[in-house]
Nanobody
């Protein structure tokens, strides 16, 4: 069974930091782009960040971020661990959401419908 499992969510005060992890099992995702999305109650799922796999062409995007998190969040991955991470700094109450890890074959994309595999999510709550 192919599975993505997120961890690292929790409750943090505004201005604090969290590091989310996503570990895949069932197959290797080294050739896949991996991304983070989030969804708050009553709102649509929105793109957060994505990072490319190790088979992209020289002119493909390596990583991309939503404007709302640029300069605060950093995405990274560890191919040996089949994992992707999201370092979140300077957190704001509006960052509160259920955060999902996702993967897709091919290049980096910023639309949820383009991703094939999804985790169950980890809750991030930022208090003021």
């Amino acid at each position: 069974q192919v599975q993505l499992v997120e961890s690292g969510g929790g409750l943090v005060q505004a201005g604090g930091s969290l590091r989310l992890s996503c570990t895949a099992s069932g197959r290797t995702f080294s050739g896949y782009a991996m991304g983070w999305f989030r969804q708050a109650p009553g709102k649509e799922r929105e793109f957060v960040a994505a990072i490319a796999g190790n088979t992209i062409s020289w002119n493909d995007r390596r990583m991309t971020y939503a404007d709302s998190v640029k300069g605060r969040f950093t995405i990274s991955r560890d191919y040996s661990q089949n994992s992707v991470y999201l370092q979140m700094d300077s957190l704001k109450p509006e960052d509160t959401a259920l955060y999902y890890c996702a993967a897709r074959p091919g290049v980096v994309r910023d639309t949820a419908d383009d991703y094939t595999y999804w985790g169950q999510g980890t809750q991030v709550t930022v208090s003021s």
